[in-house]
């Protein structure tokens, strides 16, 4: 069965980057993805023939956590070293010295968090880097899960190894195309069960294997005593959010149940000021974004707030809201609750997957909605090629019957108005459950 999916592109630069390390000398790969996305799987089958050395950072002491390394290192390679390295500074002297005659791949996963053990080692590395990389033949890979500290610690030009990577691989969830033939492969799919599938993984590669595992059982086995899922969201975010962890899950609790706008979270959690950890989540933590109407002008005010990783979203509306039954094993009381509401909540998610889809198609360079004061001529889908003077709008129902053209284009005189595309051709779609594989027909995924 295959198990590997939609990651050739960044398979081949991580392959070819180690395969010339001997004539290109000291490369570095900055390599960042969510939590569960797969980064550690990428490395697995990028470097399944040549080996490399794979060093996690746990969150102790500095001494503690260069003796964890050193012991990995003495395992997997033939160095000898009298005594034992107490800083990361003098570890990665060793492995510097080690490759000027040894070719090596070093994986350094969730790197920022070396910034909690000791931040001045970032400053130290990049001294030992510049000092040492031309003459080195080892191939580094900084490997994080919170993507704008990662992003800070190389590309803000105040940080120490501000240009010091080479290239960036930012690892992404499946796109919708590779959830479907996941599905195809195992003969699992049917459009219904696809947007469940969507609104569940989000296209996370581990969320994916649970679906697969749980074939036509899929909440029977994925909402038990046995199952992960009741503590995957803390785990994903407790440990990163730390002391503030109860504002944010709360926040996060009310966008999934549809309070998008700030005003409508700060009324469902008692008034309670929500401007600040807002900003931390969508700019820290990357786990909320915001959106207003595509023809909003940038400073515009009137955003609608929305969980980025639709596994999060399904966990905070179905697991987290429910948690004191989960609490005293009440499974069969949240399984009911998914089976109540699943179809409308799912509605919602409907939007988000059919707007992937025309993402992955290529064929546009916007994609938004449009909505005015109190939500009045609300629409769904606006999709549009510059290039091509082209416009898509559309509307997202799941069943096409409630579907009306002659309304859709009404709603839409006020948008295109705003929006000055003179010339353009407009086309008008309904986008449902119903005919979700003829929109995968009219929008195929462009290849990579």
Known sequence: MKIFYNRDLELRLLRATSDKISQTKGRLTML????????????????????????????????DLAEQFFLQIKEQLDIKVFGS????????????????????????????????????????????????????????????????????????????????????VHLK???????????????????????????????IPKYTEWLVDAGDKTWQRLISEHSLVAEEGRYRLFEDFGSEH???????????????????????????????????????????????????????????YQIVDPFLSFWFRFIYKNRSAIEIGNFAYVRSIIERDFSVYSDRSLE??????????????????????????????????DLDKRIVIGEVKRQSKRYSETILIEKSVPMLQKLKKHGYSVEYHYFSLDFLDSLFEKFPAITP
């Open 32 to 63: 960042v993805g969510r939590r569960r996305v797969g980064k550690t799987a990428l490395l697995l089958q990028s470097f399944k023939t040549t080996g490399f050395l794979y060093l996690f950072v746990t969150k102790t002491t500095e001494s």
């Open 85 to 168: 390295p107490s800083t990361l500074h003098d570890v990665f002297d060793i492995l510097l010295d080690y490759t000027k005659t040894h070719p090596l791949t070093v994986v350094i996963d969730e790197f920022q968090d070396i910034n909690i053990v000791n931040p001045s080692f970032f400053s130290q590395l990049q001294k030992l880097w510049d000092l040492n990389k031309d003459s080195s033949m080892m191939h580094l890979v900084c490997c994080g899960s919170i993507y704008s500290m990662m992003t800070k610690l190389f590309q803000d030009a105040g940080e120490p190894l501000f240009g010091r990577a080479d290239r960036r």
């Open 173 to 203: 969830p499946l796109k919708p195309s590779y959830i479907k033939e996941i599905m195809l492969d195992n003969d699992l799919y049917n459009p219904a069960d696809y947007l469940l599938w969507f609104c569940f993984s989000g296209g």
């Open 246 to 304: 109860p504002l944010y899950f709360s926040i996060l609790s009310a966008i999934a149940s549809g309070k998008t706008s700030r005003g409508e979270i700060e009324w469902h959690l008692d008034g309670t000021s929500v401007g600040v950890a807002l900003e931390n989540l969508e700019q820290t933590y990357e786990v909320v974004t915001r959106s207003m109407p595509i023809t909003a002008k940038e400073k515009s005010r009137g955003y609608r």
């Open 352 to 385: 988000l997957l059919c707007k992937e889809i025309l993402a992955e198609s290529g064929q546009f360079n916007q994609i938004g909605s449009y909505w005015e004061r109190g939500n009045a001529n609300e629409i769904d889908i606006i999709a549009i090629n």
